[in-house]
């Protein structure tokens, strides 16, 4: 009797157990929505997917504060954040991504047009974005995927870009920024001014360029132009016979041990040029600054044939509707209301809206970030770690010379699947 | 199967509880078949939920087509053509997917070579110099230690040592040695081989140990007896006896180098092609058809590999 009861007793343990397990299943497979938002009916909670680049505690302490809006970070490379997108689309609530990714999200239908209306600053925006021009009126190069083209959709649900102005907006902008090369004056000792010097024998076994397919031929295309050897009609959309073109002038100077490596994510950059590995090579800007506050020079190099460029920016999950949409809006309009934006700036990066991002910085962090002018005082970062001593200048000067500078956009192309079978090759030559 | 639990039960034994003395000790009416199966079943379901269907889904996936931002459940070849794009116009020449392979074989063939000659004297010193059973133990918990941090540490702690800049050259040439720093110490197939051994050459240590210690010491005292010399017991009693600890290591860091691309990306600096980066950079391009395929190669050419090494080794008879 004790041990049929016994026995019992373990089969109906195990029976719950085997259930609790499978509804954990089921709550992490995204199989039963509307789970957490029972929870957090009252406290305003936003689970955001992004790239590292837009996501501080700073910013989310901050607009919890002045919006009681709590924002949950989901960070992932740009390359999962997309992979997420196109199959987890319930995962997440407020999206910050590329632009140049919109030609894969948009027509997957996961993503949400955010209504142009409902953005308080959007009038305010840079004309960057709008128009393709500086605020000065210097007209932006517009090769690869401009976040002007993809700027707007036809309708609420069109998974077509519209040509001219609508409502839709498939992505507020947030945040921006030219690249250029990162080199070690202290070790090349000479002026560099152009993408071609990646190639320079000069600098063999000791150059590197970053292997992100869709990025690095950007960055190969900029030195194949540099080099005189051909001329594209749009370095961010290639015909195959401009693949072969520019992945056989790489391959050759791979081949003659041009690279010390490629590198992949942010700190294997910081480390080859920390390292002295290599002495010029594909970088992002904070990774310039990483290596210079670690009190190594390191210059992000304005060079004659202008800058790769590449922009982000919100939209919300298709799944996001009713209060939760509001709050979202409610988080953008707040985002572009300056602090987050000053931020942004004080990061060496550009926000969307100039306006309000000037109202929360000092005069004098504004003339060094944005005009190009010598530091009156010393440039702390966000976090108050001293970037520029006092009467230090930007690298490439003021956001008319460094986004007027732009000669391309980050892009996915239309030969992007030919591409990586290309780059494969390039790397396994 | 039931070659995978050999794996298992060989080389830790006891991980799969009561084959054996349970049985015998508790006697039962239930048929002895019956235990059997209840005891293999947990293994068997995770095997088959973790293992099996997921395969099963990469195969179907790899005939799949697709585009720039979805999967197309249609039949299509397109993921195993693009692989082999010009492989036969190229000839004699190597395609892509030819280069990748025979450099990722390379590195595997040099870094089973050097663990299985690291691994085989390690574990020949553990089972047969080491006398007391508490230092046995007390010194396979030794080659542990390295495995307390994480993989990617204990990779990336060699690029500060061999660098450029970094100890080992600046030592060179401070005495002299040589006068330029060596490049080929990081980011190439040196730097790759030297890190995989670093990791990996525990893997062979524990099964050929297992095997070792469970050869009879009087076997040894018998071929000493009849006048062998301690080479000739090793070739012809100590080797043979070790055999199936000696094909389970290799199976070990045979498929984890061949599927690796971590390690071959960070010490090659990034130059190295791997049959794992090719799955990667499809993955990352949301091209998963093509993934598939490329996994489904790999885990072939693996699969191929294992077979010939198994038939080399019948380790079922040898346990």
Known sequence: ??????????????????????????????????????KSADAKVLRYLGTAVNEGDDISKQCLKDTGIKIEYITATTDDVTKRVMTQPNSFD?????????????????????????????????????????????KIGNQGTAPWKVLYLEGKDSKKFATSATEFVTLIPTVYNADTLGIRPDLIKRPISSWSELLNPEFKGKASILNIPSIGIMDAAMVVEATGKYKYADKGNMTKEEIDLTMKVMTEAKKAGQFRAFWKDFNESVNLMASGETVIQSMWSPAVTKVRSMGIACTFQPLKEGYRSWASGFCVSKGVSGAKLEWAYEFV????????????????????????????????????????????????????????????????????????????????????????????????? | MDTSEDILQQASPGLIPGSGTARA???????????????????????????????????????????????????????????????????????TIGRTYVMTLKLCFMVWAITLFIGFWVAYFLAFHVKSKTWQMGLSLLCTIPFWTSNVIRMIAWIPLLGRNGLVNSGLVKTGLINHPLEWLLFS?????????????????????????????????????????????LVNVIIPLAKPGIVIGSIFVITIVMGDFITIGVMGGQQIAAAGKIIETRVNALQFPAAAANAVILLAITFLIITMMSRIVDIKKEL
């Open chain 1, 94 to 138: 407020v999206l910050d991504t590329e632009y140049f990714s919109l030609k894969k999200l948009v027509p997957s239908g996961n993503i949400l047009a955010l209504d142009a209306r409902k953005i308080k600053e959007f009038d305010n925006i840079t004309p960057v974005f709008t128009k393709g021009q500086t605020p000065g009126g210097k």
């Open chain 2, 25 to 95: 000790a508790k006697p039962t009416r239930l048929s002895p078949s019956f235990i059997s199966w209840l005891q293999a079943g947990p293994m068997m379901l995770v095997f088959l939920a973790f293992f099996l269907i997921p395969l099963v889904f990469v195969v179907i996936v790899s005939f799949w087509d697709y585009n720039e931002y979805q999967l197309l459940p249609a039949f299509s070849g397109r993921g195993y053509t693009d692989t082999f794009e010009g492989c036969i116009a190229q000839l004699p020449d190597l395609c």
């Open chain 1, 333 to 429: 309009n707040w985002f572009l209301s300056g602090y987050a934006g000053a931020y942004l700036n004080r990061q060496g990066y550009y926000s969307a809206v100039l306006s309000t991002a000037k109202a929360h910085m000092e005069p004098y962090e504004w003339a060094y970030w944005m005009e190009g002018k010598a530091a009156e005082k010393d440039i702390k970062a966000p976090d108050g770690s001293l970037l520029e001593k006092a009467g230090a200048v930007r690298d490439g000067g003021s956001y008319e010379d460094r986004m007027g500078g732009v000669a391309c956009w980050n892009a996915v192309m239309d030969e992007n699947d030919y591409m990586v079978r290309k780059w494969n090759e390039f790397i396994a030559a």
């Open chain 2, 189 to 233: 197939e040196f730097s790759v081989v030297l890190a995989l051994v670093h990791l990996f050459t525990f893997f062979m240590v524990v099964p050929i140990f297992n095997s070792m210690v469970r050869i009879d010491k009087s076997l040894i005292e018998a071929a000493y007896d009849a006048g062998a010399t301690g080479f000739q017991t």
């Open chain 1, 1 to 38: 009797m004790t041990e049929t009861t016994r026995t019992k007793g373990v089969s109906r343990r195990t029976l719950l157990k085997g259930t609790a397990g499978l509804a954990g299943l089921a709550a992490g497979s995204g199989a039963i929505t509307g789970f957490p938002y029972v």
